[in-house]
């Protein structure tokens, strides 16, 4: 059984055609299923973890980047994943912008994404976490004076404003380093300057990060230093396309 996961924004009736064709095209191909709208709901999290122990297998995020964030932010509980969650697939159907996970993904229509969901293409990928917050693709820091740590082995100081990405599914096909990252080895890998020889690159399963400034998650969800991030122990079952970021 599906469980649709709307969020609040598709209220706006700017996204109403774009719903009506994915509604009609998961009817025609015979993947209808419960649609849950987030802004009817206080607790999502409460809700969604009710759909997986009532037998819900598929749930597919209605949304962008922040709809993904908010639906697998209820799926897992305490950085892991209790045993009737393990066979649940997610997918994600992108309507409006910053849609950069389904990308990833290699769902890059709303209506693409119906015909994925019936093909029902499977891999497993690391969720990442900053905190008590997830992420699957990438966290941005945005300081001019932080100090990070890897594994408590090293760390690298930093006095002005420089690009981190710590990055667990790449969304970048011009990223220099794109052919090293694996979204499934439960580990992050961390980027430390532009797109030049100069780059510094650091795989790590557990990374540390204090001084001042924020970080991005997913270019959706902005938490404050000072973090700890690394990897769920569990992976997570996604519904992917052919032209998905990885292998």
């Known amino acids: 059984m599906n469980a649709y996961i709307y969020d609040d924004f598709l209220n706006k009736n700017r996204y109403r055609r774009s719903l009506n064709r994915v509604e009609i095209r998961l009817t025609d191909l015979g993947l209808n299923g419960k649609i849950i709208r987030l802004g009817a709901i206080k607790?999502?999290?409460?809700?969604?973890?009710a759909e997986i122990k009532n037998g819900i297998k598929n749930i597919i995020a209605v949304g962008n980047n922040?709809?993904?964030n908010k639906v697998i932010s209820a799926m897992i509980t305490n950085k892991n994943y209790s045993p009737f969650q393990k066979d649940v697939l997610f997918s994600v159907?992108?309507?409006?912008?910053?849609n950069s996970i389904a990308n990833s993904f290699g769902i890059k229509k709303e209506e693409d994404a119906c015909n994925i969901l019936l093909a029902r293409r499977v891999k497993q990928?690391?969720?990442a976490y900053a905190g008590n917050n997830?992420?699957?693709n990438k966290a941005e820091l945005i300081s001019n004076d932080a100090i990070i740590e890897i594994n408590s082995d090293y760390h690298i100081e930093l006095d002005s404003k420089t690009n981190v990405k710590i990055i667990n599914v790449n969304d970048d096909s011009k990223l220099m380093f794109k052919d090293k990252i694996y979204p499934n080895d439960d580990n992050l890998n961390l980027i430390v300057g532009g797109r030049n020889a100069d780059n510094t690159f650091?795989?790590?399963d557990h990374i540390k990060m204090r001084g001042t400034g924020e970080i991005i998650l997913d270019e959706s969800i902005v938490i404050s230093?000072?973090?700890?991030?690394?990897?769920?122990?569990?992976?997570i079952n996604?519904?992917?396309?052919?032209?998905?970021?990885?292998?």
Not at 226 to 235: A, D, L, R, V
Not at 238 to 247: A, E, L, Q, W
Request: charged fraction near 20%; proline fraction near 4%; glycine fraction near 8%.
């Open 43 to 49: 607790n999502i999290k409460e809700v969604i973890q």
């Open 66 to 68: 922040e709809t993904v």
């Open 93 to 98: 159907i992108p309507i409006g912008g910053n």
């Open 125 to 127: 990928i690391d969720v």
């Open 134 to 136: 997830i992420f699957l």
């Open 202 to 204: 650091i795989t790590s």
């Open 225 to 235: 230093l000072p973090s700890e991030m690394g990897i769920i122990q569990q992976k």
């Open 238 to 247: 996604i519904i992917v396309g052919k032209d998905r970021s990885f292998n």
